[in-house]
Nanobody
Framework: QVQLVESGGGLVQPGGSLRLSCAAS??????????MAWYRQPPGKQRELVAV???????NYLDSVKGRFTISRDNAKNTLYLQMNSLKPEDTAVYYC?????????????WGQGTQVTISS
């Protein structure tokens, strides 16, 4: 089992920026070979995939965040990042990270506590 700890959320004004981090650990786990992803759950809505990064650092994004969000990874630190710029109120959500599997990037592990992102003036 992999443990995932998200951090970096907060309250920012529209147009602002945040950088989320996800620290991953586990006894039988090699971060560098895993496809990792960020998901989010807006209030009252279902969780959705936001961004994916493969072991070869190929990336894919939800259309609504393309050009504003950047997913990256530091394999030496077993850490996943999400740089979020030009934030909008509709980005308000709890953000989670997870390993992702398959062409539809299904989450593999139990969810961490997530980190709350609130965009409001």
């Amino acid at each position: 089992q992999v443990q995932l700890v998200e951090s970096g959320g907060g309250l920012v004004q529209p147009g602002g920026s945040l950088r989320l981090s996800c620290a991953a650990s586990g006894s039988i786990f090699s971060f560098s070979i895993e496809t990792m992803a960020w998901y989010r759950q807006p209030p009252g809505k279902q969780r959705e995939l936001v961004a994916v990064i493969t072991s070869g650092s190929r990336t894919n994004y939800l259309d609504s965040v393309k050009g504003r969000f950047t997913i990256s990874r530091d394999n030496a630190k077993n850490t996943l990042y999400l740089q979020m710029n030009s934030l909008k109120p509709e980005d308000t959500a709890v953000y989670y990270c997870n390993r992702a599997l398959g062409s539809d990037y299904r989450p593999i592990d139990s969810w961490g506590q997530g980190t709350q992102v609130t965009i409001s003036s």
